[in-house]
């Protein structure tokens, strides 16, 4: 059984720096893709960033620069580091992994759709 926990979310202050990590279990492809999507209420999942299992990574335009996505293979734990965040990166923040597919697709119109594995969210704030 293929499971996703998020963790690492919470308050801050714009400006600030949050890191969120996702550990993965039950998932034995050693080909994958993987991304970060977030939901602020009333709006559409987006796909924020994302990584294959050769490394290759993509940013949506809104937080390139800022954040930074990775993963750790020995732990399959994947990782969002996010800084100088903003008032709009409010949002609900969750994982997903799915067999390979090309990475542009996590920020791709309704790349959350090519997703099957998700986790249950975290919830990042940003006040100003």
């Known amino acids: 059984q293929v499971q996703l926990v998020e963790s690492g979310g919470g308050s801050v202050q714009a400006g600030g720096s949050l890191r969120l990590s996702c550990e993965v279990s039950?998932?034995?492809?050693?080909?994958?893709?993987m991304g970060w999507f977030r939901q602020a209420p009333g709006k559409e999942r987006e796909g924020v960033a994302g990584?294959?299992?050769?490394?290759?990574?993509v940013y949506a335009d809104s937080v390139k620069g800022r954040f930074t996505i990775s993963k750790d293979n020995t732990k399959m734990t994947l990782y969002l580091q996010m800084n100088s965040l903003r008032r709009e990166d409010t949002a609900m923040y969750y994982c997903?992994?799915?067999?390979?597919?090309?990475?542009?697709?996590?920020?791709?119109?309704?790349?959350?759709?090519?997703?099957?594995?998700w986790g249950q969210g975290t919830q990042v704030t940003v006040s100003s």
């Open positions: 997903a992994i799915e067999g390979f597919r090309p990475v542009s697709m996590v920020v791709a119109v309704n790349g959350a759709n090519a997703f099957g594995y």
């Open positions: 039950g998932y034995f492809d050693n080909s994958y893709t």
């Open positions: 990584i294959d299992s050769n490394g290759l990574t």
